[in-house]
């Protein structure tokens, strides 16, 4: 099974050099032999510009696997929400603030080898993302702008 290495940052992030030099010291921190693409490690982010979008690119850019699981910010709220009404779109489209929380919860609970954590202006979902990937006893290595 290949190694997974879970993204998560900011959509203001703008240092591509850092998210293409952050994967590749974590590709070989990950034991993946560049010569063996096929057994390549993972990269899982969540679809979002800024970090996850550089970081997507530059693993294709680098040989690797991109797994992406996108926020359904139209599904219906879960029990446990807590937001209050759901937020506007626009007249036909409402949606649910907490739909990226839940798709972060969703990315750490499929595990990862490693987290690297893109944080500008102290995003609140990339720093919240980064702390469960800890509690879940997954290795965090951050950057900050």
């Known amino acids: 099974m290949s190694a997974r290495i879970l993204v998560t940052g900011s959509r203001k992030w703008d240092d591509a050099t850092a998210i293409k030099n952050a994967l590749l010291a974590a590709s070989s921190d990950v034991g993946w032999d560049t010569f063996d693409p096929l057994g390549g490690p993972v990269v899982v982010q969540g679809g979002a510009f800024g970090a996850d979008l550089t970081a997507a690119i530059e693993a294709v850019r680098q040989g690797m696997h991109v797994q992406t699981y996108r926020a359904i910010w139209t599904a219906a709220c879960l029990e446990r929400c807590s937001h209050g009404p759901r937020r506007r779109l626009d007249v036909d489209v409402d949606y649910c603030p907490a739909a990226g929380v839940y798709r972060n919860e969703l990315m750490v609970s499929h595990g990862a080898a490693l987290c690297l954590a893109f944080i500008k ?24 702008a």
């Open 121 to 144: 202006n102290k995003s609140s979902g990339a720093t919240r993302c980064a702390a469960l990937a800890e509690a879940a006893g997954i290795p965090v290595r951050y950057w900050k």
